[in-house]
């Protein structure tokens, strides 16, 4: 699940993804991990923001 973004834009062979969270739940932690990954591919690539938004319109989570 925490790998979603990058499977949105069809990157998940191409990144390696090292993090580290403190505090807060499980839930919350890995909210913060999507997050930051989303803006990670964004950074990188700000062509995938349009993307990331569309595929997640009509869910409660925000990725971004």
């Not at 993804?17 to 807060?24: A, N, T």
């Not at 591919?41 to 997640?56: A, C, G, S, V």
Request: proline content about 3%.
């Amino acid at each position: 699940a925490i790998f979603r973004p990058l499977t949105i834009v069809k990157r998940e062979n191409e990144f390696d993804v090292i993090c580290s969270v403190k505090g807060g739940g499980l839930t919350g932690q890995a909210g913060a991990i999507i997050h930051g990954i989303s803006r990670a591919i964004i950074l990188f690539e700000p062509e995938t923001k349009i993307r990331l938004r569309l595929k997640n319109e009509g869910t409660s989570n925000q990725i971004f």
